[in-house]
C-alpha cells in the first residue's frame, strides 16, 4: 500500500512552453504533498508544500510564478513549469503524506532544449 | 533551524562486510522522527528506517540498525553484511513530530560503494 505514482517519467520540452507533472497517490487520499527539486548527484530541495483545497507554500527563493502548484484533489497534486528554460532542467520528486510517513513518487526528469 | 550533517560523501565497503554511516542534526525540538533514505540508480526514494526521538531503544531493520544518541544529537547507520544492493545514496533526515504536514529536512548524502 501507500504507492505514489508520477508522471511523466521523463519529458523533453523546447525553451519557452510549460509543462505539467503529475502526482498521484494511488491508494490513499493525501491532504498533503511535497515538490522536491534534485539536482545531479545532490540532495533534495524542498521546493514547497501543497495542501488540497488551498495554495500551496512556497520554500524561500522559489519562484512561484514559475512553478505553479494546483492540489485539486486528496489524490492528485499538479507542478506547472511555466515558460521553461534550460537552466529548469531537473529531477522532479513529489511525496504524499499518509499516517505521518512521507511516500515518494518515482520522480520525472525534465530535460528543456 | 533544523540542520542535517553528513560528513562522508562517499564510503566504500567490501561486500559481506560492515559499514557505518554517519550523520549529525541540530534542533531545539524534543520530539521529532529520524530517518535513513536510500536512493538507488533508480532515483526511487526508499525508506530504510525510521527513529522516533521518544524511543530510547536503537530501530533495526533485518541487516540496517541505527545508533541513535539523542544528546550527542548524532544518528549513525549500520548495515552489516553489506550487499551489492546496498550500492546507492542514504540520506540521513529530520521531521519534527507534532505536524504530520511538516516538512522533512534532508542531509547532503553518502553515495556507498559495495566493492565485490
Known amino acids: 500500500g501507500a504507492v505514489v505514482s508520477q508522471h511523466p517519467s521523463w519529458v523533453i520540452c523546447k525553451s519557452g512552453t510549460s509543462v505539467k507533472i503529475e502526482c498521484r497517490s494511488l491508494d490513499f487520499q493525501a491532504t498533503t504533498m511535497f515538490w522536491y527539486r534534485q539536482f545531479p548527484k545532490q540532495s533534495l530541495m524542498l521546493m514547497a508544500t501543497s495542501n488540497e483545497g488551498s495554495k500551496a507554500t512556497y520554500e524561500q527563493g522559489v519562484e512561484k510564478d514559475k512553478f505553479l502548484i494546483n492540489h485539486a484533489s486528496l489524490t492528485l497534486s499538479t507542478l506547472t513549469v511555466t515558460s521553461a528554460h534550460p537552466e529548469d532542467s531537473s529531477f522532479y520528486i513529489c511525496s504524499a503524506h499518509y499516517y505521518y510517513e512521507q511516500y515518494f513518487g518515482p520522480g520525472t526528469r525534465l530535460t528543456v532544449t | 533551524a533544523q540542520t542535517v550533517t553528513q560528513s562522508q560523501p562517499e564510503m566504500s565497503v567490501q561486500e559481506a562486510e560492515t559499514v557505518t554511516l554517519s550523520c549529525t542534526y541540530d534542533?531545539?525540538?524534543?520530539?521529532?522522527?529520524l530517518f535513513w533514505y536510500k536512493q538507488p540508480p533508480s532515483r526511487q526514494m526508499i525508506l530504510v528506517i525510521r527513529?522516533?526521538?521518544?524511543?530510547?531503544q536503537n530501530a533495526t531493520e533485518n541487516r540496517f540498525s541505527v545508533n541513535f544518541q539523542k544528546a550527542a544529537k548524532s544518528f549513525s547507520l549500520k548495515i552489516s553484511d553489506s550487499q551489492l544492493g546496498d550500492a546507492a545514496m542514504y540520506f540521513c533526515a529530520y521531521r519534527r513530530y507534532y505536524s504530520r504536514d511538516d516538512k522533512i529536512i534532508f542531509g547532503k548524502g553518502t553515495r556507498l560503494h559495495i566493492l565485490p
Open positions: 534542533t531545539s525540538e524534543s520530539d521529532y522522527y
Open positions: 527513529q522516533e526521538a521518544y524511543k530510547q
